[in-house]
């Protein structure tokens, strides 16, 4: 069955411990907006480069809002997230909605000094795909070996 994956790139100006709760903030809205949904989503954190047009442009931002001030620690992070589902679930309304409701909750975050507000922007992209299968078992990795009384996978294993 083809799926659909829409992916949000949202970045942000921040130091890293406002990082920290805007991407609590992310993870909580995902969750709360895709649950009862069947759709699979995953989420990661990048620092930007220096030379990027989107953090020259937050940079600016960040400027312009605090005149005469120092960043500090900010920088330019991406917070990537991917959706995968039937295209009748993940529509581009649906992704939208999304959207406008992490703009919404970054945009209530109180960041930490010397920041007022949060330079962000987001965008989303979407595309078709019918080579991508949820339901496909993957084969046991050979150096992973089964010991009584232990998680096959080896997660929990601390030894």
């Known amino acids: 069955m083809p799926k659909r994956i829409s992916d949000v790139s949202l970045h942000v100006y921040v130091t890293p411990e406002t990082l920290d709760d ?9 969750d709360s907006h895709l649950r009862n949904r069947d759709i699979f989503a995953w989420r990661f954190t990048l620092p930007v480069e220096p030379d990027d047009a989107t953090h020259r442009t937050l940079e600016t931002q960040w400027y312009a809002d605090h005149p005469g001030g120092e960043p500090g620690a900010c920088r330019t992070y991406e917070i990537a997230i991917s959706l995968v589902g039937a295209a009748s679930r993940l529509t581009e309304a649906n992704v939208a909605a999304l ?3 992490l703009a919404l909750a970054i945009s209530a975050l109180t960041p930490a000094p010397p ?4 330079p962000w922007t987001i965008r989303a992209t979407h ?4 080579a991508f299968d949820t339901n496909r078992e993957l084969p046991a990795s050979p150096r992973i070996q089964a010991r009584p009384g232990r998680p096959e996978s080896g997660v929990g294993d601390r030894r």
């Open 22 to 30: 805007a991407v609590e903030t992310v993870r909580s809205v995902v």
């Open 99 to 101: 959207e406008q409701k």
């Open 115 to 118: 920041s007022a507000t949060i």
């Open 127 to 130: 595309r078709e795909t019918s």
